[in-house]
């Protein structure tokens, strides 16, 4: 059974660096073709793509963001990471870990809910 | 970047039938797919490849499409269908739809 939850520091200050874990069971990201991809939702809004980590150690990062965005994988341990850096209070919203193979997000976290305040 | 216009909401009553639209800015060929998110929760995987549904997902709910023009139909719409529905491509890189709320009547 695939479950993935997402967990991070809850509140935060501009100009921080967000770091956010994903950590999941019932598939391994040593896996031919699976991916890990990070979507975020602002409050009563859409979704936005973030990252993406794949089992060979390649990355994609939204361009809009990327100069902002590190992803990382502990594929032993079943985790990956994502960090944002230079927050600010755009940066509040939803953030999701999701199970990517195919070019669909099959597999859905919980989220993780991050506010940006001074 | 691969823009995705979804009609902002509608609102149905239980047992009809509800076509929701997702055109593309460019074509996608059939890298579609469908969320369904109800409130406080995550997004669910519907349909893949435009008209693949997702294991355990209802018959009711069905995908067509291909290029720039798709659609979910929900037939026949249930109560607790009322929720966002999400469209998303993956041919040029991965974006998202804004999102059709469906109501129920």
């Known amino acids: 059974q695939v479950s993935l939850k997402e967990s991070g520091p809850g509140i935060l200050q501009p100009f921080q660096t967000l770091s956010l874990t994903c950590s999941f069971s019932?598939?391994?990201?040593?896996?031919?073709?699976?991916?890990i991809g990070w979507i975020r939702q602002s409050s009563g809004k859409g979704l936005e793509y973030l990252a993406t980590i794949w089992w060979d150690g390649d990355k994609y990062f939204n361009p809009s963001l990327k100069s902002r965005l590190t992803v990382s994988k502990d594929t032993s341990n079943n985790q990956t990471f994502l960090k944002i850096a230079s927050v600010d209070t755009a940066d509040t919203g939803t953030y999701f870990c999701?199970?990517?193979?195919?070019?669909?997000?099959?597999?859905w976290g919980q989220g993780a809910l991050v506010t940006v305040s001074s | 970047d691969t823009v995705l216009t979804q009609s902002p909401g509608l609102a149905v009553s239980p047992g009809e039938r509800v076509t929701i639209s997702c055109r593309a800015s460019?074509?996608?060929?059939?890298?579609m797919h469908w969320y369904q998110q109800k409130v406080g929760q995550q997004p669910k995987l519907l349909i893949y490849g435009a008209s693949y549904r997702d294991s355990g997902v209802p018959a009711r709910f069905s995908g067509s499409g291909s290029g720039t023009d798709f659609t979910l139909t929900i037939d026949p719409v249930e109560a607790n269908d009322a929720a966002t529905y999400f469209c998303q491509q993956s041919w040029n890189d991965w974006t998202f739809g804004g999102g059709t709320k469906l109501e129920l009547k």
């Open positions: 019932g598939f391994s990201l040593g896996t031919s073709n699976m991916g």
């Open positions: 999701t199970q990517l193979m195919g070019g669909w997000f099959a597999y």
């Open positions: 460019e074509s996608v060929s059939t890298r």
